[in-house]
């Protein structure tokens, strides 16, 4: 048993190299933000960037050297640098916003966590006073993350294919595009670098500056919900750009598999889909019965349309992992508790698309469970002997096997575990049930949808329950698992 919880060194040596290479690219990535600071006379904030870049180069460059190895990665040492490499990768994000003196170090770790997890809680106060740069920053790690640290390192990486593809797994994927990792990771990025243009002309013809058109297309289509401002979306007053937020972020929350299908033109797929239809009845019935909820108060003076304007906003906005909002804070935890904030809650809970750029349980496994009790029920109706065709549709028809149905309904338990032992910590801080229910889900499923409970002078543990969550939602749990269960093996005082 002990052997099974250690690596190889040679495994050992192709995580470091895998490191060296991420953090060279990450330090190189962290140049770009110079060109906005250049763009607005930021000067000042030029120099925190090239320190941070320094500093990743200082690491990757030795590590990228001097460790190389053609080693091939097990999938559990694939998950191991799945899981470091998220931890090591916010680290050095959060430089800039450290160095540059805009946020204590912990905070920008939370601040980087958030936006690399693409989940949209931040830990500044005003961000009204957040230089240009910072906020592209800002935006450009969840546009960065939305398509995955690894899957971005995979389609340049020249590697062993079965590293790639393990490496792709352990990321929290496991769909393809096509038969070649290497070609589906290239193939997300195409498809992603074109809906982010396509996002940011719509967001400019429906009245947005040119810089808000760019950050928010990062923040919608990666379903990330960082904000320019403390309004959020709501800050323009414009239906238009309403809508396309919400075109963008059910954009960002599809399958990017489905996505690949409907290019090809084979718009019938995208109606088929089991995911599809597990979204759409979710996001109609969530908008009416919000809707009603809203309505019946007299917050917004039993006007209908607007009621109807307010709620398909959150509705998208949970349903997908976005975390935009129209609606505040301070609204949702006045005016929305009760019926309101519960169905976000379970909306959150429930997530978006599986190989989306959204977090959360997944369309998919929802509907393999709902599918998975009709069986069972549809088996003790009829004869004994009767054989009841176990499938769905997904992109392709794929027969749901005895494993493929015990393993879902485990990674819900443990999901639902992890919530469930968060919210019982953060109650140690905060006693607002339906809050803490409420802002335990946004961050467990990468949401950022805040009812305003944590903010930059919450107690040090609840930021880190929320790190933690950010990290282990985004990472689809069994990574973060199988690290901790191999550090606590390897305690030397177990021995």
């Known amino acids: ?263 090809k033109g084979n718009w019938k797929e995208y109606f088929k889909d089991i995911e599809t239809k597990v979204a759409y009845p979710l996001l109609i019935i969530g908008t009416l019965i919000v809707a009603g909820f809203l309505y019946n108060t007299s917050y917004y003076g039993h006007d209908m349309l607007l009621s109807l304007r307010y709620s398909v906003f959150q509705v998208v906005s949970a349903l997908t992992t976005t975390g935009l909002q129209t609606a505040m804070p301070a609204e949702i935890t006045q005016k929305w508790t009760g019926l309101g904030i519960f169905v976000l809650t379970i909306l959150m809970i429930i997530g978006a698309g599986a190989c989306s750029t959204g977090g959360g349980i997944k369309w998919l496994r929802i509907g393999i469970l709902v599918k998975g009790a009709w069986w069972q029920v549809k088996q003790l109706l009829v004869p004994s002997k009767a054989i009841i065709s176990h499938k769905i549709h997904h992109v392709r028809d794929l027969w749901v096997t005895d494993d493929i149905l015990r393993l879902t309904g485990l990674f819900v338990f443990v999901y639902l575990l992890v919530y469930l032992i968060s919210v019982i910590i953060v109650l140690i801080y905060y006693q607002n049930v339906a809050q803490v229910l409420f802002e335990v889900a946004s961050a467990l499923s990468n949401v950022g949808l805040a009812d305003g409970l944590v903010t930059y002078s919450s107690p040090v543990v609840v930021k880190i329950v929320f790190i933690i969550d950010f990290w282990v939602g985004r990472l689809e749990i069994w990574p973060v698992l199988l690290l901790f269960t191999i550090i606590i093996n390897n305690d030397p005082r177990k021995r």
């Open 1 to 263: 048993m002990h052997s099974v919880n250690k690596l190889s060194r040679g495994e050992i040596y192709s995580i470091f190299y895998y490191t060296g290479y991420i953090c060279i690219l990450l330090g190189l990535i962290m140049l770009i933000p110079i060109i906005i600071a250049l763009i607005y006379n930021e000067h000042q904030l030029i120099i925190p960037f090239v320190y941070s870049t320094i500093i990743s180069l200082l690491i990757g460059v030795p590590l990228y050297q001097y460790y190389k190895n053609k080693t091939e990665l097990s999938l559990k040492s694939a998950m191991i640098f799945a899981a470091v490499i998220w931890l090591i990768g916010c680290a050095l994000a959060a430089l800039p916003y450290y160095l540059s003196g805009q946020l204590p170090y912990w905070d920008s770790y939370f601040e980087a966590m958030s936006g690399f997890t693409t989940t949209g809680f931040t830990m500044y106060p005003n961000l009204e006073a957040v230089p240009y740069a910072m906020q592209f920053w800002r935006g450009f790690t969840q546009w960065l993350g939305g398509i995955g640290i690894i899957v971005l390192v995979l389609t340049i990486l020249t590697s062993p294919s079965i590293n790639i593809m393990r490496m792709y797994a352990a990321e929290g994927r496991d769909e393809r595009i096509t038969p070649s990792i290497r070609h589906t990771t290239r193939i997300i990025l195409y498809i992603y670098s074109l809906y982010t243009a396509i996002s940011v002309v719509l967001f400019i013809l429906a009245g947005m500056p040119l810089f808000d058109s760019v950050f928010y297309t990062f923040s919608a289509l990666s379903t990330g919900g960082f904000a320019l401002g403390n309004e959020s979306i709501f800050f323009y007053h414009n239906a238009w750009i309403e809508f396309v937020a919400i075109v963008v972020m059910i954009i960002g929350g599809t399958n990017f598999a489905l996505h690949y299908t409907i290019l």
